[in-house]
T-cell receptor, first 110, second 113 residues
């Protein structure tokens, strides 16, 4: 499974878009990009995933670069409740393992 | 409500004691996972299972054993607890067709004195 690199922390003003980057330069062709978040000490929560195309759901948008070596999770209108650790994970193949890194702590400021 | 249930939620052990954490899911998921999370750290995979009767090692398997005797249950055992195993333990599950969208339990906080 490819490794990912994320900034350890980011700030965002409430109501503004939060753009969380992730580098996965060793990603291979059949590997998906997943995003999860963890609020306080709760269990992580799935947000979105994608392979090549950009994806959008009710929570967020996922933008994957054409070479697939990086991606950005976009929370269009961040609220205080979006303060959490966001994990970018790359997974593929037959192992079915999801390896979490240390993630990005997003602090939404009032 | 459908989901992943972990028991117990909290436990304090003395060094050398043994215990078992139970994870139960009612979503008929094939895959189940045990992670641990130390303060200020990300999740690390301990063991996982891709089906009843099968288990495999993750990133940090030492000091733990697991069993998947029933599809809906995944047990994590500590035979001789050590202070280094003080952590929050999360169980997760997903289906074969679930594109690896994991459903997590609420966590089990274990303290080893």
């Amino acid at each position: 499974d490819a490794k990912t690199t994320q900034p350890p922390s980011m700030d965002c003003a409430e109501g503004r878009a939060a753009n969380l980057p992730c580098n996965h330069s060793t990603i291979s062709g059949n590997e998906y990009v997943y995003w999860y978040r963890q609020i306080h000490s709760q269990g992580p929560q799935y947000i979105i995933h994608g392979l090549k195309n950009n994806e959008t759901n009710e929570m967020a948008s996922l933008i994957i670069t054409e070479d697939r070596k990086s991606s950005t999770l976009i929370l269009p209108h961040a609220t205080l409740r979006d303060t959490a650790v966001y994990y970018c994970i790359v997974r593929g193949g037959a192992t079915n393992k999801l390896i979490f890194g240390t993630g990005t702590l997003l602090a939404v400021q009032p | 409500n459908a989901g992943v249930t972990q028991t117990p939620k909290f436990r304090v052990l003395k060094t050398g004691q043994s215990m078992t954490l139970l994870c139960a899911q009612d979503m008929n998921h094939e895959y189940m996972y045990w992670y641990r999370q130390d303060p200020g750290m990300g999740l690390r995979l301990i063991h996982y299972s891709v089906g009843e009767g099968t288990t495999a090692k993750g990133e940090v398997p030492d000091g733990y054993n697991v069993s998947r005797l029933k599809k809906q249950n995944f047990l994590l055992g500590l035979e001789s607890a050590a202070p280094s195993q003080t952590s929050v333990y999360f169980c997760a599950s997903t289906s074969v067709s679930g594109a690896n969208v994991l459903t997590f339990g609420a966590g089990s906080r274990l303290t080893v004195l």
